[in-house]
């Protein structure tokens, strides 16, 4: 669908060039706050290829002092590192976009990305998800770095149009926007930011210990943005130069 345009951000993380345009956001057939679908206007931004990594985070984190995240005690960073970093909350993940000198992408830029501007339900296409396309549908454990992540370049067969890898499933990803149940019905149609203020943070994708149904690119997850939990992570995006 669309030729993949890299380029690598500050922390080293290869990014991929999301062209200016349209994409349909939203669906017909989902939850109340996934409705009305519409049309979307967005300038062109960049995405990360990939879900910030636990070796990216360390190094974020001697860098600026930042508190270590949720079970960091489990992590072991040779064995480790190209997994992505869990149990950081929203303040963690727009800490360390900021640092890269990037920012979280809005709901609208994460959809577009994971989606592309066809319609498609799921990153790949409308094939339901399987264990070759996502990692989910796992078993709850304690040793999550072990046992339900998937490292970030992995499932090569389920990524986007863009090249975006695990836009579904492995983990929850924080996005910059407030969650407003009705934002679909008063939102902009160009290059729209999410509510002003609110109580929840929405998450995008799906992770590890989901069902099939949090992995289509229009299901929205909200959360607190103090929760720390074990299937939340994030990847960053930025503007593209004018």
Not at 146 to 170: C, I, Q, R, T
Not at 214 to 233: L, N
Request: proline share 6%; aromatic share 12%.
């Amino acid at each position: 669908m669309t030729q993949e345009r890299e380029i690598t951000g500050k922390d080293g993380a290869p990014m991929v060039l999301i062209p200016a345009g349209e994409f349909w956001m939203g669906s017909p057939v989902g939850e109340a706050d996934e409705r009305p679908r519409h049309r979307v206007y967005l300038d062109a931004y960049s995405m990360d290829k990939f879900e910030v990594t636990v070796s990216q985070y360390a190094e974020f984190m001697r860098s600026t002092g930042r508190r270590a995240p949720e079970d960091w005690d489990q992590v072991n960073i040779g064995k480790h590192s190209d997994l992505p970093v869990v149990g950081v909350d929203w303040q963690d993940a727009d800490a360390y976009c900021r640092w890269a000198e990037k920012r979280l992408p809005t709901e609208a830029e994460w959809e577009k990305a994971a989606r592309g501007t066809d319609g498609r339900m799921y990153p790949w296409g409308n094939e339901r998800p399987t264990s070759r396309l996502a990692n989910f549908g796992k078993e709850f454990t304690k040793n999550v770095y072990d046992k339900a992540l998937a490292p970030v370049g992995s499932y090569e067969a389920g990524k986007s149009p863009y090249g975006l890898h695990h836009m579904a499933g492995n983990v929850w990803e924080w996005t910059a926007d407030w969650h407003d149940e009705h934002f679909y019905t008063k939102s902009s149609q160009r290059n729209p930011t999410g509510p002003l203020s609110g109580e929840s943070r929405v998450l995008r994708g799906g992770s590890w210990d989901n069902s099939s149904g949090a992995m289509r690119s229009a299901y929205r997850y909200r959360s607190s943005p103090t929760h720390r939990f074990d299937y939340m992570g994030f990847r960053c995006a930025r503007d593209s130069p004018k």
